[in-house]
T-cell receptor, first 114, second 113 residues
Framework: KAGVTQTPRYLIKTRGQQVTLSCSPI?????VSWYQQTPGQGLQFLFE???????NKGNFPGRFSGRQFSNSRSEMNVSTLELGDSALYLC?????????????FGEGSRLTVL | AQSVTQPDIHITVSEGASLELRCNYS??????LFWYVQSPGQGLQLLLK??????LVQGIKGFEAEFKRSQSSFNLRKPSVHWSDAAEYFC???????????FGKGTKLSVKP
């Protein structure tokens, strides 16, 4: 069974640009969650999608958005990039959502903003 | 407010020695608690979880954790560490106001040969 796949793995952008990250969950998983990981703040919750609907959202500005498609694949978008957006963005999938805690993580997309 | 504290940022142990990683939580009800491991350049992997019942839970890779309500702790243990255990370990609480998981800051484990 294939794991969670995130693309691209690495990318470099400049301030003001926008970026789209993609996540393909494990087959059959309906929930996709996104987390931002930085050395200073650790892992912070961005949002969770379940069956194409945003179920929960963390405390991030509106520049961070996401969506989920009918095949459960998810994308997140960050507009007007800032230096502080440099981070590892992790996607996690699960059968029913974060509440049961058993998330399967991808290897992440490392974003560097110059 | 709900929170997870991992007091040790970095721990070094010798291969073959025992390991205990500390975790304290703050939560008003019975928590759901987890330990995840992140190897260098990798995503996170679930080691074990506690929902209810037996307070000593067994996980993968020979790890176990003990839930102690009186101490608000959920410490991770392993009797004999292997070099491949070098990684960062996260204690996690299911208790976020948005229904999300709350991660501790992590403990980085180094293993000496």
């Amino acid at each position: 069974k294939a794991g969670v796949t995130q693309t691209p793995r690495y990318l470099i952008k400049t301030r003001g640009q926008q970026v789209t990250l993609s996540c393909s969950p494990i087959s059959g998983h309906r929930s996709v969650s996104w987390y931002q990981q930085t050395p200073g703040q650790g892992l912070q919750f961005l949002f969770e999608y379940f069956s194409e609907t945003q179920r929960n959202k963390g405390n991030f500005p509106g520049r961070f958005s996401g969506r989920q498609f009918s095949n459960s694949r998810s994308e997140m978008n960050v507009s007007t990039l800032e230096l502080g957006d440099s981070a590892l963005y992790l996607c996690a999938s699960s059968l029913e959502g974060q509440r049961d805690g058993e998330l399967f993580f991808g290897e992440g997309s490392r974003l560097t903003v110059l | 407010a709900q929170s997870v504290t991992q007091p040790d940022i970095h721990i070094t142990v010798s291969e073959g020695a025992s390991l205990e990683l500390r975790c304290n939580y703050s939560y008003g009800a019975t928590p759901y608690l987890f330990w995840y491991v992140q190897s260098p350049g990798q995503g996170l992997q679930l080691l074990l979880k506690y929902f209810s019942g037996d307070t000593l839970v067994q996980g993968i890779k020979g790890f176990e954790a003990e839930f102690k309500r009186s101490q608000s702790s959920f410490n991770l243990r392993k009797p004999s560490v292997h070099w491949s255990d070098a990684a960062e370990y996260f204690c996690v609480l299911n208790g976020g106001s948005q229904g999300n998981l709350i991660f501790g800051k992590g403990t980085k484990l180094s293993v000496k040969p």
